[in-house]
């Protein structure tokens, strides 16, 4: 059984035709192409397919298409504007946050939650931020202390 | 004058790729009327096939075909034998190919319109199967009478190495004192993030390509074209990004399938891409595993900390099929012996097929083993001679002049004195008036880690005995600290001639405005692409930002070699570093566009004799760590509050990158010697989800990670450097495990020390 679904995908209005059963991974990847969503494991145990929906950070794949009916989602595509990277993607860039870069678009969604609910996030709040975000490359290090600069960045821009 | 462009931490020339979502991994790939595959897989351990009967599934709404074993050419492939079919099946060009001998085989390919057709189709595949007897014990598979699982090899000895050096019972003789262990070392799952994925089509010259995520373009092109009996010239083989690898990614896992689909369907006229995705439960079961292993071991010491004497018995878990065993088994028969010269020796090592799931490369490639096994008998003997670890190593680890257990010295520029000092210097190790290194007699202070116990830090004694035994009655912590040593090979060993090509072309008028770099070695994350443009730009005389690079295809380029055995800034550096030279020449010599092509060949090596002397490796990298841990005696839960890690490196080409290796290979050791709890029943993988097999979240981290860069000139290596990216892993287990005595005065010699095993440790008195 299909449903039509009224969403808005990083600032852009869709109406689609959705299999019921599909995920709000699949329609992501498939229907709109945007592949900078990750598919890990489809089943919410890496975090890599991690968007906003109503500004909330969610594993995409346990959402259903359905559920997304009237919902806004940002994807790691949403985040920069007009070429203007957001700051925990200069941030991540400048730190050496990404390796294989699989799990960073999960993880940049997940941390943009995180900022814009505490600017000011002390490191133990970044961990607990992250903690549904599976990495294999870096240890992790990086990718805290690229959120930390993102934090001081983003507050030296709107104090 | 330029900046040099070596030594910095330029940012990586793929990140802005990869943090934008632009980055395209193989799953992400999508082209014009795109077929999708899926793969029926064993499910059974061993099994023969029978029957197979695939009339239904190839009548299923949206099935363009169904492949089987009848459908391969040269039903065959493996890295170093070739042993496993491409598919099993009853009907097949290949003897012995009726038979899974792990539950990863694959037996059938349906390819449909969509993903969902393809998997509904298999589920309508009927296999016949007899159960065959189940092999999973290697010590049981060595026994004469115990079912043979290939027809090549006796007693399922897949492969074996010897050493003798001196004469062990002389050397035993001398010691003064004696430590014997048995250390038994868990398998372990690469858990990249990136699934297996590919897409295959015929691309404009003809040639079958396949974009796909490997380690190694040029090989996986021989393996497919071994498969189709096709000539190298027909397949092209393509890297996009790369979702992560860790040696995971070597053996064949998608490759040959996906050429196969894309090249039987055009030979039936439909000439369209085929994709195909696993699952992750496909790749946790499809992908080899680091070999689970046992080591027996003996070593004997003078009183003066002098080693004498050591002898090893290894029995490693090859699984199902060789992959690359033999060599994973070389480097642990080299480093179950550790860092050190030992005048007399005795190492026999063998690799056993099993119906496990193949054992396979995996950072550090069988030296994480061997050295949990030596590192751990250096800690005993340290105790049994009342002699610091620090002490105890430096008094025997491998120099210039020292000879390995091969008979031969190590080639020159060890740094290993100059890592076992940063290392526990860092720690807060110091020399007395005699020059003897002493631990730090109070602890770390961990303001970072959890302060549950209420134990007063700035509390000095000088006894550390007195001092944990003072915090055992205040709480149920109590801590200690671990320190280890290692070493590990640098490129490809035992006479094989190591080579990398690379070509650089320059363009511009009076000065070079753009210099491309074409070069196939995979950057798995780990950095290398931009590393090559750093040394091209370094070369060249030219701003970094002016290199373009062209990477990872076979249709463009010579071949590199494989993203393995910390070799690619090595051999592939060297490579560019020539070919830039040739190319500058020739631009100045008026050249436009001028361009040069650069194969550097390796230092030679030499097999191993029948007493395992030779010169296996022409270079090597060097590593030491010291690690606090909080053990709670209640609980059995291990902190790791603070590791260091010291590694030679030769030259940090881009030392941001290097960092970025030392912190992901200790959280990655520290997930294999805490929590990674692999486990399997009868053949069958239990832990095939992210949520049964559990790595290492932001959570489980050191509180306090530390890397020190130390930088020993590699004589040979590109501006000095030599490979890194293994060496932080390979002692970390060893390291925990010794904080772990320290702290409870319970040996492990198995692990992961998990909870349960820590707390049964400390609880259950041993037999």
């Known amino acids: ?159 | 004058m330029n900046q040099s462009s070596i030594g910095r931490s330029l940012p990586r020339n793929d990140a802005p790729a990869k943090v934008t979502g632009r980055a395209l991994y193989p799953g992400d790939i999508g082209r014009p009327g795109m077929l999708h595959m899926a793969t029926l897989f064993a499910g059974r351990p061993h099994a023969r096939i029978v029957g197979l009967d695939t009339a239904a599934a190839g009548a299923a709404a949206g099935v363009v075909a169904v492949l089987t074993a009848a459908d391969v050419p040269v039903n065959e492939y493996g890295l170093q034998i070739k042993d496993q079919p491409v598919l099993v099946g009853p009907v097949s060009g290949k003897a012995g190919a009726d038979v899974v001998r792990f539950v990863g085989d694959q037996v059938a390919l349906v390819i449909a319109e969509t993903e969902a057709q393809a998997r509904a189709a298999l589920r309508l595949i009927r296999v016949e199967w007899e159960d065959l007897p189940l092999v999973l014990a290697p010590e049981q598979a060595m026994q004469p009478g115990a079912t043979q699982l290939h027809p090549h090899c006796a007693d399922n000895i897949a492969y074996s190495y010897r050493i003798r050096k001196g004469d062990l019972n002389a050397g035993f003789g001398a010691a003064d004192v004696v430590v014997e262990g048995v250390y038994r070392t868990p398998v372990q799952e690469h858990a990249y993030l990136q699934p297996e994925a590919g897409v295959a089509y015929i691309d404009e010259a003809g040639r079958i390509t396949v974009e796909v995520a490997g380690q190694w373009t040029h090989a996986d092109r021989k393996a497919i074209a071994h498969a189709l009996d096709l000539p190298v010239e027909q397949v092209r083989v393509i890297y996009p990004a790369i979702g992560g690898a860790f040696g995971g990614r070597e053996d064949m896992s998608v490759q040959i399938t996906l050429a196969l689909a894309a090249w039987r369907l055009a030979q039936r006229g439909v000439r369209r891409p085929v994709k195909t995705v696993w699952s992750r439960e496909e790749s946790i079961i499809g992908h080899g595993k680091r070999h689970a292993m046992t080591i027996h071991t003996r070593w004997g010491a003078r009183r003066d900390g002098r080693l004498t004497a050591a002898e090893v018995r290894v029995v490693a878990d090859g699984g199902a099929y060789m992959y690359t065993s033999d060599k994973v088994l070389g480097n642990t028969t080299l480093t179950c012996t550790g860092p050190y010269e030992i005048p007399h020796v005795a190492v026999d090592a063998c690799a056993v097929y099993t119906n496990n799931v193949p054992g396979a490369a995996f950072r550090g490639f069988g030296g994480p083993q061997g050295h949990f096994a030596a590192e751990s008998q250096m800690d005993r003997l340290a105790e049994a001679l009342g002699m610091d670890p620090v002490e105890l190593r430096l008094r025997n680890v491998l120099t210039d002049e020292k000879l390995l257990t091969t008979g031969t010295p190590i080639p020159g520029g060890v740094g290993l004195t100059e890592t076992i000092i940063a290392a526990a210097t860092a720690a807060g190790w110091t020399q007395d008036v005699a020059g003897h290194w002493q631990r730090p007699q109070t602890e770390w202070n961990a303001d970072d880690a959890d302060q549950t116990d209420g134990y007063d830090q700035t509390d000095n004694h000088n006894n550390h005995d007195h001092q944990r035994h003072q915090r055992s009655i205040a709480s149920s912590i109590r801590r200690g600290i671990g320190f280890a040593a290692g070493f590990k090979n640098v490129g490809f060993s035992f006479g094989y001639q190591e080579n990398s090509y690379a070509r650089v072309e320059l363009r511009g008028e009076s000065e070079i405005e753009e210099a491309t770099v074409y070069i196939a070695g995979a950057d798995v994350g780990q950095g290398h692409h931009t590393v090559m443009a750093q040394a091209a730009a370094e070369a060249l005389g030219i701003p970094f930002e002016r290199v373009r690079m062209v990477t990872s295809d076979t249709a463009r380029m010579g071949d590199a070699g494989s993203a393995s055995a910390s070799r690619l800034t090595y051999m592939a550096g060297n490579a560019v570093r020539g070919a830039a030279e040739a190319a500058l020449a020739r631009w100045r010599n008026e050249d436009r566009p001028a361009t040069a092509e650069h194969v550097f060949l390796a230092p030679k090596t030499t097999r191993l004799d029948h007493d395992g002397q030779g010169l296996p490796n022409f270079a090597y990298g060097y590593v030491a760590q010291a690690c606090q841990v909080a053990v709670d005696m209640d609980t059995g839960e291990v902190h790791v509050e603070r590791f260091i890690s010291a590694d030679d490196v030769g030259k940090a080409l881009n030392p941001q990158q290097v960092t970025g290796q030392i912190e992901g290979a200790v959280v990655q050791a520290l997930g294999y010697a805490l929590m990674e709890d692999w486990r399997t029943r009868d053949g069958q993988v239990l832990t095939n989800r992210l949520s049964t097999y559990l790595i290492p979240t932001v959570l489980d981290i050191p509180a306090r990670l530390d890397p020190v860069i130390v930088e020993v000139p590699d004589p040979n290596g590109p501006w000095g450097a030599r490979g890194m990216a293994e060496m932080p892993y390979l002692p970390a287990a060893a390291a925990v495990c010794a904080a772990v005595y320290d702290a409870t005065r319970v040996r492990f010699t198995e692990f992961p020390l998990t909870s349960e095993r820590v707390w049964r440790g400390l609880h259950e008195p041993t037999g």
């Open chain 1, 1 to 159: 059984m299909n449903h039509t679904i009224h969403f808005t995908v990083n600032g852009e209005p869709f109406t689609l035709s959705v299999a019921s059963h599909h995920t709000l991974l699949q329609v992501l990847r498939e229907q709109l192409v945007l592949t900078g969503v990750k598919n890990g494991c489809e089943a919410g145990e890496c975090g890599a397919c991690t968007v906003l929906m109503n500004g909330e950070p969610v594993n995409s794949c346990l959402v259903l298409a359905p559920e997304a009916d009237g919902a806004t989602i940002v994807t790691v595509e949403g985040l920069a504007h007009d070429s203007q990277l957001d700051p925990l993607q200069e941030a991540f860039v400048a730190a050496g946050a990404t390796q294989c870069g699989f799990c960073t678009p999960g993880i940049l969604i997940n941390s943009r939650a995180l900022l814009d609910r505490n600017p000011d996030p002390t490191d133990a709040e970044i961990r607990a931020a992250l903690v549904g975000n599976l990495c294999r490359c870096t240890g992790y290090i990086r990718i805290i202390d690229a959120v930390k600069a993102a934090a001081h960045a983003q507050r030296e821009v709107q104090p």
